[in-house]
C-alpha cells in the first residue's frame, strides 16, 4: 500500500462523514471528467483513459496546471495520485470506508521540494483550506444526490 512522503515539510490529513451510499461518493470522487461540476476549486479536469494504475489526468486548480498518475486503485475504497507541479512534489491518498449509513472519507497528502521548504506554514495552509473545501464540496454533492 502507497502512503504519503511521511518526511515532507507539509502534511495535511483529514476526514469527514458524508450521509450517502459508498457508491455515490466513490462515484463522484473518481468521475475525474466531473470534478469542475461539483468542486469549486477545481477549474477544469480531464481523464484520458479509463481510470486505473498508471493512467493520468490534467486538472487545473487554484491557478495551477497539474498532471497527476494513479499511483493505487483499489475500487471503493482507496485512490492514490500524485506529480510534479512547479517544483512541488505531491503525493495524494484518498480512503473511504463505509460506516453504517455513512461514508468515512480520509483525505492525507504530503508536499515536499525547494518551494515548500522555502515557504512550509503558507502552503500547508493553503493545502488544509484546499483540502477542507474539496470535501465539503464532495459531502455537499453526495448527500443531495443520495
Do not use: Y
Request: with cysteine; proline share 5%; charged share 25%.
Amino acid at each position: 500500500m502507497l502512503t504519503i512522503d511521511t518526511t515532507a515539510p507539509v502534511i495535511v490529513r483529514l476526514s469527514s462523514e458524508i450521509d450517502a451510499p459508498l457508491e455515490t461518493v466513490w462515484s463522484l470522487h473518481t468521475r475525474i471528467d466531473d470534478w469542475p461540476v461539483w468542486n469549486t476549486g477545481i477549474d477544469q479536469a480531464r481523464l484520458e483513459a479509463p481510470l486505473a494504475e498508471g493512467t493520468s489526468f490534467t486538472w487545473r486548480t487554484h491557478g495551477l496546471d497539474i498532471t497527476s498518475t494513479v499511483h493505487e486503485l483499489v475500487p471503493g475504497a482507496r485512490i492514490v495520485w500524485g506529480g510534479p507541479v512547479n517544483g512541488i512534489e505531491g503525493v495524494h491518498v484518498w480512503t473511504f470506508e463505509q460506516n453504517g449509513d455513512r461514508v468515512l472519507v480520509h483525505t492525507e497528502e504530503s508536499w515536499s521540494g525547494a518551494p515548500v521548504e522555502a515557504a512550509a506554514d503558507q502552503l500547508r495552509d493553503a493545502l488544509r483550506n484546499s483540502l477542507e473545501d474539496w470535501l465539503t464540496c464532495l459531502k455537499n454533492r453526495a448527500e443531495k444526490h443520495s
